[in-house]
């Protein structure tokens, strides 16, 4: 069974930067697309980015584009978010999730079906 476990998250003044890190087990890691998405108190769940299987293929939502960076590194199993020009409405709870959709970049959370238990970003004005 695939297990996605993430990290990196923490508190972080606005303008700053912060790398998240989510490292799978029990799946064959290049057999998957990957993705992140967050959750901010009170909204719903929203997609961030998202990685093809081999990392040649990348998609952002607009509201992260030209500040956050997705990509992978399949020899370590992980998936990376580097976070940059963080703004305090970057604060949320942050998720990575597989896809067996491994050759597009699905950004619809019903296309995933593994999640990681998520890490805490805040982003202090």
């Known amino acids: 069974q695939v297990q996605l476990v993430e990290s990196g998250g923490g508190l972080v003044q606005a303008g700053g930067s912060l790398r998240l890190s989510c490292t799978m087990s029990g799946g064959t890691f290049t057999n998957y697309a990957m993705a992140w998405f967050r959750q901010a108190p009170g909204k719903e769940r929203e997609f961030v980015a998202t990685?093809?299987?081999?990392?040649?293929?990348?998609s952002e939502a607009d509201s992260v584009k030209g500040r956050f960076t997705i990509s992978r590194d399949n020899t370590k199993n992980t998936v990376y978010l580097q976070m940059n020009s963080l703004k305090p409405e970057d604060t949320a709870v942050y998720f990575c999730?597989?896809?067996?959709?491994?050759?597009?970049?699905?950004?619809?959370?019903?296309?995933?079906?593994?999640w990681g238990q998520g890490t805490q970003v805040t982003v202090s004005s």
């Open positions: 999730a597989a896809s067996t959709e491994k050759y597009f970049t699905p950004s619809l959370s019903g296309f995933f079906s593994s």
């Open positions: 990685i093809n299987w081999s990392g040649w293929i990348t």
